[in-house]
């Protein structure tokens, strides 16, 4: 066999296409004799070319798994000793290469068996040899065995790491440094033990020289290991990077800025400090790293890109990457110098300067929203000038800043409408087509938020989005038509006038079948459900069905953007028709079903590449692909398919919630759904599971309640939901799943009472404990955090979390006190001074509704508790303030003897949240109401001569209706015992008593209770009011009037 194989070797490497042919097919089918290990062993070791000796090592490579167990152990021992002998003897590097990837095949079955003692012993031997061909191939080896034997080298682990180093600081041969480099980056990604990665911080400094080395003499392709390297090193649990993070970010900002490097080059090093800034965050602000790091990253945003517009690769786009991610970590640090960058480079007489001007400001508008809410106005002048750029690029950008904007800065860039909307609706009418694509992005997120206030604009913005709507691209009409449901959203009612040429128009789109029009269709579905939202179902419920018939239809397109559309338009119309929905189920429902049930569509890229493909060689089939796992290397998601799963989820909470009763054929796979779905590995669709549970308990509560059994049927489902929320508080890692849970069992104990939690108590309490004290699978935190600024607690799920406590002191009373004792250390952690002023927000307004409904035993916290909340009424926030005036007074009502001594400092407090220097009416209302409470609890001791002109001449209560109770019932109270103080304000409380009956938001109640004492005055001083009533505006006259004659 060897003298015609060496033939057959010979022949495959000759130029002639049909010799090779010929050559490969003869050569298959002597490999399938385990006589071709022999005579391939014979050729790496005597052919006369290297190419023939490579050829002969990489066929054995792929051969020798599958015949190494039928060798004898003489020839097994022959086989180890010619490739040791390649190795060290063998001149070629390409073949010595070839010939150590034979070695880490052999010894993956061969070291295991006892069958190769002395393998690692030659290895070390051959690292410290004194020829450079020999350390390079141990290293080679080290990298390939890793792979293979890793467990062989644990005990050898110390050792190794020293080697390595030694190696990389090889000052006598590249070529050794570059295979030590190769080899680290092998162990780093086979060990997981903490402690022996840890050890690898000492290699950065040689790994930096040696990639910088590299990158000097044009090797590219082996610098690039070093950031896979620190990939590994940043990923790591282990506190890794140390002080060295300094310079890994040196390195990594050189070589972004380095133009004349490949793009996939500095796209590695600008993804290094995108992980670093998500993963390791707190490391670069405690090394002053952010500033610099920016300082490259908002020029790269300026930098064109030769590639494709959609490139991955391209350097502004891997930039803003990095710049959002540092804004969603560290926002306080990232907002003023690329403020500073924007507003310099907004005067820059380069375009794409002023292109990433805007850029820059868009893309951190939702990490820095708090920054940038209180800097609005100079924010505002930037991108609303970009808009008026003579450059189409310059006014892309902004619109795509202000639809940023439109979505992260409310509610406060709505108040900027008068200047804002006119920019936008001159840009809609832009010469270029994909400015005009922004703007209406833009104006759709903008108006989304907007109310009343869009009223004035409807019929500009209505003219020319109809207009544009019938005469653009499509691309063109579908942004227009989300711009056209926000306008519907804010401007409900006021939109009636609009509605039925919007919806005549939908028509023709909700028909369209070409693949091409179908995104279109979906929007025109879409559009038609915000309408119908808009306009009501006394309107709507007539025209809707051929509508409905439309959507039903477009299932069958195969289209899953359609799909999730007409979940959405389902969900709409089950909200406005909310029983008349139940008709409409039979068609639906399996649709939903079919959506929820979708396969979840993951596709993955297998690289199953040889690296030693030597001239083409890839006939001959390899045995190391029966054993050897492939390589993941690339998992990407059917993200169409999690959305319409997300969206079929909504949906089917939303037709159980609207259904009610006759949701009942439906519960029982339902629930089954929305169980699977609580655990789904995509937030979304578990976000949506989660909402949705407490609407199919909602349902089941209705279809269970006239049942004899019902009652037990609507238990099992109550327990299915409870564990799951409990367990979701615990172990889900997504934030908004977590707030969404906590939301859920406040409202279950809202809904349903105390009777619904007390089988979970116990564990719900953990639960909540859990998130108190921020250690929840949710706040997991990067490791390297050393203090409390910037940790990334959600407000929304702090808020959710603390929203917990009132509805447990609602549900239990005075019985929450032992629970609330175990709460309240933890809460109060989120009070200290050095926790931003949200945090202590929400502190106080959870203890003012804890107070509230958990009634006397408040008494036992209010020494902890008081001084926090006086020092809160002088917060410069308003939200703080008001939140202060609510908490003291229930404070002061609950409190007991213990509040007494504070009824002073609370008094002085306050009384400047009625002067002309408090800015906020509702501040102005929860001070009226803590004021009220505390006459009505403690009335000898409020000084009513002072107290009283300053409490009157902040009313009527203008925003805040929820202290309307309070605050006109302490009046009664007064005006009914005839109290001499109040009695001396009688026209004042004329005025005040004749604008609240006349308050078409007020409640019935609250006027009754003003009806009554306005009743008493009467009897008191009767003819004696009429010059007063007589003053009063005849709408109020009128209103007093009639409760005095129906009094």
């Known amino acids: 066999m060897a003298q015609s194989l060496e033939l057959l070797l010979i022949q495959f490497l000759m130029p002639d296409n049909d010799a090779r042919r010929q050559a490969e097919e003869q050569i298959k089918r002597l490999a399938k004799d385990p006589q071709v290990v022999p005579a391939l062993i014979q050729h790496l070791r005597t052919a006369k070319t290297p190419n023939v000796r490579q050829l002969a090592a990489v066929l054995l490579r792929k051969k020798i798994t599958g015949h190494w167990a039928k060798l004898s152990p003489q020839l097994k021992q022959h086989v180890k000793e010619s490739l040791i002998e390649s190795i060290t003897i063998e001149n070629s590097p390409p073949v010595r290469r070839a010939s150590a990837n034979v070695v880490s095949v052999v010894a993956k079955y061969a070291v295991p ?38 467990n062989t080298f644990r005990p050898y682990f110390a050792d190794l790491q020293a080697l390595l180093l030694k190696c990389l600081q090889d000052e006598s041969s590249s070529r050794v440094r570059v295979a030590a480099l190769k080899a680290v980056g092998s162990f780093l990604e ?190 505002l002048h930037v991108v609303l000038g970009a808009l008026r750029d003579s450059e189409q690029m310059v006014r892309g950008a902004a619109s795509f800043a202000l639809g940023q904007f439109a979505e992260y800065l409310q509610p406060e860039i709505v108040s900027h409408y008068q200047s804002v909307l006119p920019c936008i609706l001159n ?89 091409e029009d179908l995104r279109s269709r979906a929007r025109a579905t879409e559009l038609v459900g915000i309408v119908a939202m808009s306009v009501g179902r006394l309107r709507m419920e007539t025209i809707l069905p051929p509508f409905i018939d439309a959507a039903i239809s477009g299932f069958g397109l195969d289209f899953s953007e359609l799909r999730e559309y007409t979940h959405g338009f389902f969900s709409n119309v089950a909200e406005i028709l909310d029983d008349g929905f139940a008709q409409y189920l039979p068609h639906v429902m399996p649709l939903v079903f079919a959506s929820c049930n979708l396969d979840d569509g993951s596709a993955v890229d297998i690289d199953e590449s040889d690296d030693e493909n030597v ?61 699977r779905h609580s655990g789904y590995f995509h937030e979304d669709v578990r976000l949506q599971a989660i909402i949705g549970l407490k609407n199919i308990l909602a349902a089941a509560h209705a279809i269970f309640q006239s049942l004899n059994d019902g009652n037990g049927k609507a238990k099992e489902i109550l327990d299915i939901v409870m564990k799951i929320y409990i367990k979701t508080m615990a172990d889900d890692d997504d934030k908004e799943v977590v707030a969404q849970a906590c939301m859920g069992i406040a409202d279950i104990m809202k809904d349903y009472g105390y009777i619904s939690i007390e089988p979970y108590l116990s564990p719900l309490v953990d639960a909540t404990l859990v998130l108190l004290r921020e250690e929840a699978a949710c706040q997991k935190l990067d490791d390297d955090s050393d203090d409390d600024d910037d940790s990334g607690h959600d407000e929304v799920l702090m808020d959710a979390v603390s929203d917990l406590l009132p509805a447990f002191a609602k549900c239990m009373g005075s019985h929450f006190e032992p629970v609330f004792a175990k709460f309240f250390e933890p809460l109060m952690k989120f009070s200290k001074a050095s926790r931003p002023p949200q945090d202590r927000t929400m502190v106080v307004a959870c203890l003012a509704e804890v107070a509230q409904d958990m009634g006397a035993p408040i008494s036992a916290y209010v020494d902890r508790v008081m001084p926090l909340v006086l020092k809160e009424l002088g917060s410069p926030e308003a939200t703080n303030r008001r939140n202060a005036a609510f908490c003291v007074g229930e404070l002061c009502k609950n409190g007991g003897e213990a509040a007494l001594k504070y009824v002073g400092e ?65 009046i009664y109270t007064l005006v009914l015992t ?70």
């Open 113 to 150: 068996a006892g069958e190769w003692p002395d393998l690692l012993t030659f290895l070390f031997q051959c690292s410290q040899s004194a020829q450079e061909d020999h350390r390079e191939v141990a290293l080679i080896l080290f990298s390939s065995l890793t792979e293979t034997i890793g």
């Open 190 to 379: 086979f060990t997981s033990d903490g402690d022996e990665v840890v050890k690898f911080r000492e290699f950065i400094p040689s790994i930096l020289n040696v990639s910088r080395k590299c990158l000097a003499s044009g090797e590219e392709e082996v610098a690039i290991i070093a950031f896979e390297i620190f990939d590994e090193l940043i990923e790591s649990p282990a506190p890794l990077l140390g002080d060295s993070v300094k310079s890994i970010v040196q390195f990594s900002l050189e070589v972004c800025s380095n133009q004349n490097l490949e793009s996939s080059t500095r796209h590695q090093a600008v993804q290094l400090v995108s992980w670093l800034a998500k993963y390791k965050y707190t490391s670069l602000k405690k090394h002053k790293l952010v500033i610099p790091i920016l300082q490259v990253m908002c020029p790269l945003l300026a930098e064109s890109s030769d590639q494709d517009e959609d490139d991955d690769l391209a350097p502004d786009r891997a930039a803003a990457e990095v710049i959002d991610t540092l804004a969603m970590n560290l926002p306080k640090h990232v907002f003023p110098p690329v403020f500073e960058f924007a507003s310099i480079s907004s005067q820059n007489t380069n375009l794409k300067f002023r292109e990433a001007a805007v850029t820059a400001l868009g893309v951190i508008s939702e990490g820095c929203f708090d920054m940038m809410k209180d800097k609005l106005d100079p924010v």
């Open 427 to 515: 840009a809609i009418e832009d010469s270029s087509e994909e400015v005009k694509e922004k703007s209406y992005y833009a104006l759709a997120a903008f108006c989304e938020n907007m109310g009343e206030e869009i009223v004035t604009f409807l019929e500009p913005l209505m003219g020319k989005l109809l207009s544009a709507l019938q005469s653009s691209p499509r691309n063109l009409q579908e942004t227009c038509m989300s711009a056209i449901g926000s306008v519907a959203s804010a401007a409900e009612q006021a939109f009636n006038p609009y509605a039925e040429r919007v919806l005549d128009l939908m028509k023709y789109f909700m028909v369209l079948t070409s693949d």
């Open 615 to 675: 001239n083409g060689f890839g006939g001959v089939s390899s045995d190391d692909e029966a054993h050897d796992e492939p390589r993941v290397r690339n998992l990407s998601i059917r993200t169409g398919v999690l959305d319409e799963k997300a969206a079929a989820t909504q949906a089917l909470g939303l037709f159980a919630l609207h259904s009610k009763s006759s949701f009942a054929p439906y519960l029982e796979e339902s629930i089954k759904i929305m169980e």
């Open 906 to 970: 609370v008094l002085r407090g306050i009384y400047p949240l009625f002067g002309e220097s408090e800015p906020d009416v509702a501040v102005r209302d929860n001070a009226a109401g803590a004021i009220a409470r505390m006459i009505i609890v403690h009335p000898q001791l409020v000084p009513l001569n002072q107290v009283l002109p300053v409490f009157l001449r902040g009313l009527p209560l203008k925003e805040d209706r929820e202290e309307s109770m309070a605050v006109y019932s302490c």
């Open 978 to 1047: 005839s109290n001499q103080q109040i009695l001396s304000h009688v026209p004042d409380l004329v005025k005040i008593f004749g604008q609240v009956l006349e308050s078409p938001v007020e409640k019935a109640e609250v006027k009754a209770i003003v009806g009554r004492a306005f009743s008493h005055l009467l009897s008191v001083y009767g003819q004696q009011l009429q010059p007063l009533i007589s003053c009063l505006p005849p709408s109020q006259a009128n209103a007093l009037s009639l409760f005095a004659s129906s009094g």
